[in-house]
């Protein structure tokens, strides 16, 4: 079982990047996903999670109207797209799969994590 995290890198604030969660060893079908990022010296925050019942998608206020979360089932594969970052939204980047369908289970299994950094 792997999640495989990438797209991260260096972006000028006001730009834009996707992030990919490659899954393997496992169907995506069963498992919400969600993204996490850490910044050092800080708490790990949530900020986006899509269910695999019924597609609903969830945001952290802070990231809510800029990021978008979606899967494609058939590449088993979720997407992070992030538009307007600015350099709060540094941090490393992980995927996780929660324990069941919903974004209210706890997370299962944890991917790589790649990093963001917004800098001019």
């Known amino acids: 079982v792997q999640l495989q995290a990438s797209g991260g890198g260096l972006v000028q604030p006001g730009g834009s990047l996707r992030l990919s969660c490659q899954a393997s060893g496992f169907t995506l079908n069963y498992y919400a996903i969600g993204w996490l990022r850490q910044v050092p010296g800080k708490e790990r925050e949530v900020i986006s999670c899509i269910s695999s019942s019924d597609a609903t998608t969830t945001y952290q206020d802070s990231v809510k109207g800029r990021f978008t979360i979606s899967s494609d089932n058939a590449l088993n594969t979720v997407y992070l797209q992030m538009n307007n970052l600015t350099p709060e939204d540094t941090a490393v980047y992980y995927c996780?799969?929660?324990?069941?369908?919903?974004?209210?289970?706890?997370?299962?299994?944890w991917g790589n994590g790649t990093q963001v950094t917004v800098s001019s």
């Open positions: 996780v799969a929660a324990g069941g369908s919903s974004c209210e289970h706890g997370v299962q299994y």
